[in-house]
């Protein structure tokens, strides 16, 4: 399973990785020159390494070797700066964002189509009124802008429906806007209406778009499809003609049954990539249980492919905070989706 990696997070693991390795060396040294009675370490250079990640492993090997536990000042800027470093860390998780870039190559595409899909925002700001969001999206400049729900968390405080409409309605002046809901904001369909937000809820139906030389449709699952019968079959509300590439929006992974419908990549979120993840192992905990990658339980996250140019899936770990205000090895994120003709 290719699971796409956050190179900005993962420079800022190593970083901490090498100046750890750093800061223990330095105090181990220093305690060795100090009974040695050599030059010393001065004060200075270890809190400077201390600042800039080490603090963690300078403090924990000084406690393990009885170095500088007797000075007060070492004992008590330590933890301190290790509890700033581990706010930044909190921070950088949980309220930046990421953009995860997918290429895909297939025939019917003649020319370069961008597309950005966003999810599961329940309702949070990056910057005022989204504007660090807004300008990412800027920059991706893309030719569609694709919602797969979720857009505020229900029960919760108004202000998060009011920052979803507003991001709506400023993404909507900008990009063409096609949105399909979640489990949460299940009237985002009269919200649009009674704002005159310039998007269109595709509840079981298709756009078709041209953008260039390039026709592609993208077809919209409601959130009611979940709710529907088990015996209910997409193939009674969407028709998928082959010819073009089809793109499908939808909250919740049914790789089977999007795939047997006809849809070439479908685009999802409601996981929110997991919430906290570790490196190699995935998933934590969900309301599914613990360990859920590792258990082969569920896909979390991720793009998902039978085989190359066959049917595609990409989960989006989505942007908001939805239950626990955290995420770890997790940052928010957009997607960006390039589609390409074939080389
Ligand atoms: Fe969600």
New binding site residues.
């Given amino acids: 399973m290719p699971v796409i990696q956050d190179t900005t997070l993962w420079l800022i693991v190593i970083w901490f990785v090498v100046i750890s390795i750093v800061a223990a060396v330095m105090t181990v040294r220093d305690k060795r020159a100090a009974r040695s009675k050599s030059r010393r370490i001065s004060e200075g250079a270890l809190f400077a390494v201390a600042l800039a990640g080490g603090a963690a492993i300078m403090f924990v090997t000084m406690g393990l070797i009885r170095h500088k536990t007797k000075h007060m000042r070492f004992m008590l800027v330590l933890p301190v700066m290790l509890l700033l470093q581990a706010v930044f860390f909190y921070w950088f998780n949980t309220y930046t964002l990421r953009t995860t870039w997918l290429e895909i190559e297939d025939r019917r595409i003649r020319n370069e189509i961008t597309i950005v899909q966003l999810t599961?925002l329940?309702g949070a700001s990056f910057g005022r009124d989204n504007a660090r969001l807004l300008s990412r999206i800027a920059r991706i400049n893309p030719d569609v802008v694709l919602i797969t729900g979720?857009m505020w968390t229900r029960g919760a405080d108004d202000d998060g429906v009011e920052t979803a409409v507003r991001l709506l309605n400023d993404l909507g002046e900008k990009y063409p806007l096609y949105v399909t809901d979640?489990g949460?904001d299940g009237y985002i369909s009269v919200l649009i209406e009674t704002n005159r937000i310039n998007a269109t809820f595709l509840n079981y139906e298709t756009a078709e778009l041209t953008i260039g030389d390039t026709a592609i449709a993208i077809h919209g699952v409601p959130e009611k499809y979940y709710r529907e019968s088990a015996a209910f079959d997409l193939s009674h509300h969407l028709e998928l003609d082959r010819s073009v590439y089809n793109v499908l929006i939808a909250h919740e992974a049914r790789f089977q049954e999007f795939r047997e419908l006809g849809a070439d990549l479908s685009l999802v979120?409601?996981t929110?990539g997991g919430i906290v993840r570790l490196p190699l192992i995935g998933t934590v905990y969900h309301r599914s249980g613990w360990f859920i990658e590792l258990r082969e339980m569920r896909d979390m996250y991720g793009f998902f492919e039978d085989e190359p140019g066959g049917a595609k899936l990409f989960i989006s770990a989505?942007l908001g905070l939805?239950p626990e205000p955290v995420r770890l090895f997790n940052r928010p994120e957009v997607v960006a989706i390039r589609l390409k003709p074939p080389r």
Wanted: hydrophobic fraction near 0%; glycine fraction near 30%.
């Fill in positions: 599961d329940h979720d979640g949460h979120g409601h929110h989505g939805h």
